[in-house]
């Protein structure tokens, strides 16, 4: 029997924005939300966070800066403009497609 | 399979081949986020020992971050390319020799030949490159700056060549004939100017190679 398996790669980028509209977060954070909020389904290596988090941050959607938290330097992240507008269309992008795979499993026409 | 690793051994097979300074950054958070797990975990009653070891194994397997980190960061190569671009490495020594040689040659001209007669693009360009070289050399200006100098750098390069190219064409056609007894060096300088034009017009071959570099680089 096949095992569908979801490809979570090409998503990440886009959780990762929609996980910093709540506000600046850092690594463990952002991760630990995208777990939480998915209920477990999107269980995802935590390691492969970071560079997608750097390509965000090279691309501009994202900011960081560095905090001291209990006497460790800690990086922040946080959602640029350019970011929320990348997250406002990768939204409807997705609403688009979960519509039209739904639609097919549906069986509607 | 990522269970059996200590932190150490992760951070080394997962930087492999990264430049430094991607290195620094990625241990930097790697690390604090294993301890950010190691505290949460301890409290919910894992021993120091277990949880060391799940909080290493969530992390995946250290072989896939460092496909994913090579797309992302530098490698020790890309990096090393990168400067032969920046800096007067192989072929760029090759560049600026021939506009050394180039330079004697344009002021010979300039000496046995009056000012009126002689091409002003060419003078140009002289001056441009002269004043360029310097920034092109400096180990001071940051790898960024040089990178977007040497951009414009050889872009404007490729047009006086062009436009010196013309120039000439049609000073030729003006002076089909000319009988000069001082020395006319315009062979050799328009030798050197089409040989170094072709060395601008080569980079842009690697063009979309080193722009790619360059995307990553800005990490």
């Given at each position: ?65 560095e ?6 330097t800690?990086r ?34 | ?23 620094v950054s990625i241990r930097k958070e790697i690390t604090d ?187």
């Amino acid at each position: 029997m096949y095992k569908f398996v979801m490809n979570l790669k090409g998503s990440l980028p886009a959780l990762i924005l929609q996980t910093l509209s709540f506000g600046s977060s850092h690594g463990y954070e952002i991760a630990s939300r995208i777990k939480r909020q998915s209920e477990g389904v999107l269980d995802f290596k935590e390691g492969t966070l970071y560079p997608a988090l750097h390509t965000l941050e090279r691309d501009g959607l994202v900011s960081s800066h560095e905090e001291i938290e209990n006497g460790r330097t800690r990086r922040y992240y946080k959602l640029t403009e350019k970011g929320t507008k990348m997250l406002v269309k990768e939204r409807a992008e997705w609403t688009r497609y979960s519509n039209a795979i739904g639609g097919i499993l549906k069986g509607a026409s | 399979m990522s269970n059996i690793f200590t932190l150490e051994q992760w951070l080394q097979i997962a930087t492999k081949d990264l430049t430094p300074e991607a290195v620094v950054s990625i241990r930097k958070e790697i690390t604090d986020h294993v301890k950010t797990t190691l505290e949460y975990q301890t409290n919910a009653g894992l021993s120091q020992v277990e949880a060391e070891k799940l909080a290493v194994r969530l992390l995946g397997d250290p072989m896939v971050f460092l496909q994913r980190a090579r797309k992302t960061y530098l490698t020790k190569s890309e990096d090393k390319r990168l400067k032969q671009l920046y800096s007067p490495l192989k072929i760029g020594k090759l560049y600026y020799f021939l506009f050394f040689l180039y330079n004697i040659f344009v002021f010979l001209n300039l000496w046995h030949n009056s000012f009126p007669r002689f091409n002003p693009y060419t003078f140009n360009l002289l001056c441009y490159a002269n004043l360029s070289i310097p920034y092109l050399l400096s180990d001071k200006i940051s790898i960024k700056f040089r990178g977007k100098f040497w951009l414009l750098y050889q872009f404007v390069s490729l047009i006086l060549t062009i436009i010196i190219l013309l120039a000439n064409i049609i000073r030729t056609n003006i002076e089909s004939i000319r009988i000069d007894e001082k020395p006319d060096y315009f062979l050799v300088i328009f030798t050197l100017f089409i040989i170094i034009g072709i060395l601008s017009f080569m980079f842009y071959f690697y063009y979309p190679i080193f722009r790619k570099l360059f995307m990553k680089a800005k990490i």
